[in-house]
């Protein structure tokens, strides 16, 4: 797993820095960095760099714990806060950011929940955020229509995010609504995977964790259904923070923008980085801002945007939940923690 994480994150950097390079080609001239540091305004730098990635493990936080307390009440919120640090170094180093769930799970087993308890809240916190999507994309999607939205080439990328979204959110709903078909399904898999050793084995370890997990989903969603209506707003206001980086990047440099524009802007980009394979989005993230941004951003400031907005968003995350995650890994486990060859397994498999 070690060496996974030193791969994952290498090429996760590699990535990163062929982002820039491409960043700079798009530059029609950059700003020598003493130019730049003149320029830059302290409060907003550090609320950017700094208060917006605490913000986002705070809030994601809470919607982790508005479901943790209800299935595992003696998981702290702070805990959650730090899983959701963790969640944000997997996403980094694993392809699609697939790995984030997993840690997650890891993160909240280490804690003191079951696997199915532990599957139950991510799934949950997942589908709010499938919900999210799907309402701003569908809302894009009508404003686009009617013109009211800066020219972005057209409404259909909107209406594909849309039916993908809303097909996923869709799913998810079934899930709720007919587990045992469900679990009927996974079965099959496993019986299906027999004849391969590993996979049979792995195959039959995630449908028991996922049949505890639909009996927690079950009770969670039958007896705090307000918690996942409330975890909506919660989810509005975690995507609000990571567009508002934009915002506070453009402000630290001393530009005067659109918020608006920008906010638009934002969903739009972290519309499509959702369906990126590369780790953490990268290339496409600084490549992506940097094409879209050119109209509000002076293009000899690009570089220099682009390495605060994915600061803020990403690489400090990156930094503090990989040492975050390397302390779960080493202490001892409370109850019932997979082992991290299960862990893996797993990740192995969604890749």
């Given at each position: 797993?070690?060496?996974?994480?030193?791969?994952?994150?290498?090429?996760?950097?590699?990535?990163?820095?062929?982002?820039?390079?491409?960043?700079?080609?798009?530059?029609?001239?950059?700003?020598?960095?003493?130019?730049?540091?003149?320029?830059?305004?302290?409060?907003?730098?550090?609320?950017?760099?700094?208060?917006?990635?605490?913000?986002?493990?705070?809030?994601?936080?809470?919607?982790?714990?508005?479901?943790?307390?209800?299935?595992?009440?003696?998981?702290?919120y702070f805990a959650c806060v730090k899983n959701c640090a963790v969640g944000s170094f997997m996403g980094a180093a694993t392809p699609s950011q697939t790995g984030g769930g997993i840690a997650q799970v890891y993160v909240l087993?280490?804690?003191?929940?079951?696997?199915?308890?532990?599957?139950?809240?991510?799934?949950?916190?997942?589908?709010?955020?499938?919900?999210?999507?799907?309402?701003?994309?569908?809302?894009?999607?009508?404003?686009?229509?009617?013109?009211?939205?800066?020219?972005?080439?057209?409404?259909?990328?909107?209406?594909?995010?849309?039916?993908?979204?809303?097909?996923?959110?869709?799913?998810?709903?079934?899930?709720?609504?007919?587990?045992?078909?469900?679990?009927?399904?996974?079965?099959?898999?496993?019986?299906?995977?027999?004849?391969?050793?590993?996979?049979?084995?792995?195959?039959?370890?995630?449908?028991?964790?996922?049949?505890?997990?639909?009996?927690?989903?079950?009770?969670?969603?039958?007896?705090?259904?307000?918690?996942?209506?409330?975890?909506?707003?919660?989810?509005?206001?975690?995507?609000?923070?990571?567009?508002?980086?934009?915002?506070?990047?453009?402000?630290?440099?001393?530009?005067?923008?659109?918020?608006?524009?920008?906010?638009?802007?934002?969903?739009?980009?972290?519309?499509?980085?959702?369906?990126?394979?590369?780790?953490?989005?990268?290339?496409?993230?600084?490549?992506?801002?940097?094409?879209?941004?050119?109209?509000?951003?002076?293009?000899?400031?690009?570089?220099?945007?682009?390495?605060?907005?994915?600061?803020?968003?990403?690489?400090?995350?990156?930094?503090?939940?990989?040492?975050?995650?390397?302390?779960y890994i080493r202490q001892k486990p409370r109850g019932n923690v997979p082992t991290m060859e299960t862990v893996e397994m797993m990740d192995d498999t969604r890749n």
């Amino acid at each position: 797993m070690n060496v996974n994480f030193r791969l994952g994150v290498s090429l996760f950097a590699l990535l990163s820095i062929i982002g820039f390079i491409l960043v700079f080609f798009l530059s029609t001239e950059t700003a020598p960095i003493a130019a730049v540091v003149d320029r830059l305004e302290l409060p907003y730098l550090l609320l950017c760099v700094f208060a917006v990635p605490v913000a986002d493990w705070a809030i994601a936080g809470l919607r982790m714990w508005m479901f943790t307390h209800a299935a595992c009440p003696d998981i702290s919120y702070f805990a959650c806060v730090k899983n959701c640090a963790v969640g944000s170094f997997m996403g980094a180093a694993t392809p699609s950011q697939t790995g984030g769930g997993i840690a997650q799970v890891y993160v909240l087993v280490k804690e003191g929940a079951n696997a199915g308890q532990a599957v139950s809240v991510l799934f949950l916190t997942f589908l709010s955020t499938l919900v999210f999507y799907a309402l701003a994309c569908i809302g894009l999607w009508g404003l686009d229509a009617s013109g009211r939205l800066p020219d972005m080439g057209g409404s259909a990328p909107f209406a594909l995010a849309a039916l993908l979204f809303g097909g996923l959110a869709t799913g998810g709903f079934l899930v709720l609504l007919f587990p045992q078909k469900v679990i009927v399904w996974l079965q099959g898999v496993v019986d299906w995977a027999q004849s391969r050793k590993r996979l049979g084995r792995l195959a039959a370890q995630l449908v028991l964790h996922l049949k505890d997990g639909s009996a927690t989903v079950q009770l969670l969603f039958r007896k705090y259904k307000m918690r996942f209506v409330l975890s909506i707003p919660v989810t509005v206001a975690v995507f609000a923070n990571k567009y508002f980086a934009a915002y506070l990047a453009a402000r630290a440099l001393g530009i005067e923008t659109s918020l608006t524009q920008l906010m638009i802007i934002q969903l739009f980009l972290h519309i499509l980085l959702y369906f990126l394979p590369t780790p953490g989005g990268s290339v496409g993230a600084e490549v992506g801002t940097a094409v879209l941004m050119q109209s509000l951003i002076p293009s000899s400031l690009l570089p220099a945007y682009t390495l605060l907005w994915r600061t803020s968003i990403m690489y400090f995350s990156v930094l503090v939940g990989g040492l975050i995650l390397i302390r779960y890994i080493r202490q001892k486990p409370r109850g019932n923690v997979p082992t991290m060859e299960t862990v893996e397994m797993m990740d192995d498999t969604r890749n």
